[in-house]
């Protein structure tokens, strides 16, 4: 497989979602709200689908299955399924404070990997707000007493956000997105969560959001979580690039492109784009593809030289980290 794979996002409709990725980033879905689109997904409980070429309307578990996982590269080597998720999130309410297992717990507890996430802030209302780690060190039995007297959010780091910012999430860190932010997430292709409070809210059947707390209590870091560095931007050929986030699982770059921003996909590992503003075109050797506000393209590892033209802004992310820049005119 050497053609790249434009997808079509897997739609949730969680009950604290709004309608701003239906309504500026064009996604499609029959429910009322549309809280989370997972961009790029291959998992049993969401699976991208394809939109282009002779595979269109198979889902990326189809082709992982008709294909074998050799496109995603050789830093992927060991992986049976694409071993990242990325997803838009629109909160129009508060999610529930959460957190998610290390792969250690998460492979012997629910049979998949841990979740290390991070979030790039792609709109916030004014005085939006998330909670990130803890405030303090913290006991095992504090944090078991603030959660049976509803006091934890006394704890926790509230941190107000703006458009641009970075957060990394490392498993085990207390978490929530506040109401009035839109963000993109990179994560390790799991969806294992435990809910630790959740405002007494109820779901669609009438009865109380399931809360997992001994499991909680059993893989949060009771220690307050360092915050990332916010990285800024390095002058390209045509534009900039800059570091969101690097670690063991997968490497994301923001690339804003002014005029044309070319690049390789090497045989290491395949890269998706995910756009976030704008519009333009990917060039590739097996084909141009047009680029506008929500596209998602995976690129298959050994694609060669490619490039974008246009005036857009979009997330790259890979395994392994190196997005290969050249001169534009040394793509043809």
Request: include cysteine.
């Amino acid at each position: 497989m050497i053609e790249p794979i434009v997808l079509q996002g897997i739609c949730k409709d969680y009950l604290w979602g709004g309608n701003r990725l239906r309504e500026e980033f064009g996604k499609e879905s029959k429910a009322d709200k549309i809280a989370e689109s997972w961009e790029l997904a291959c998992h049993k409980d969401g699976s991208s689908i394809v939109m282009s070429g002779n595979d269109a309307g198979l889902d990326l578990k189809a082709i992982l299955e008709k294909y074998g996982t050799g496109f995603l590269g050789t830093n992927c080597e060991g992986c049976s399924t694409v071993p990242v998720m990325i997803k838009l999130i629109d909160a129009k309410q508060d999610l529930s404070i959460q957190v998610h297992p290390d792969d250690e717990y998460a492979m012997r507890v629910e049979g998949e990997l841990g979740k290390t996430e991070m979030w790039y802030i792609v709109d916030a209302l004014p005085g939006a707000a998330l909670y990130y780690g803890l405030q303090r060190d913290v006991s095992k039995e504090e944090f078991a007493q603030r959660i049976a007297d509803q006091t934890l959010t006394e704890i926790l780091n509230r941190v107000e956000v703006k458009p641009g910012e970075l957060y990394f999430i490392p498993a085990g860190t207390l978490h929530a997105i506040g109401a009035g932010i839109l963000l993109a997430e990179i994560q390790q292709n799991s969806n294992t969560t435990y809910r630790v409070y959740d405002y007494g809210r109820r779901g669609a059947d009438g009865k109380l959001r399931e809360l997992h707390v001994e499991k909680a209590l059993d893989v949060t870091n009771l220690f307050p979580t360092p915050m990332a560095e916010q990285q800024l931007p390095v002058r390209l050929h045509g534009g900039s690039e800059r570091l969101l986030g690097d670690c063991a699982y997968f490497t994301s770059v923001l690339v804003q492109v002014e005029k044309t921003v070319a690049f390789c996909v090497s045989a290491k590992s395949f890269q998706h784009l995910l756009v976030l503003e704008g519009e333009g075109e990917l060039l590739t050797k097996v084909g141009n593809y047009p680029l506008k506000k929500g596209s998602s393209i995976l690129l298959p590892a050994n694609l060669g030289r490619c490039s974008v033209t246009g005036c857009c802004q979009y997330i790259a992310t890979s395994v392994g980290g190196d997005f290969g820049y050249v001169p534009p005119e040394l793509v043809n």
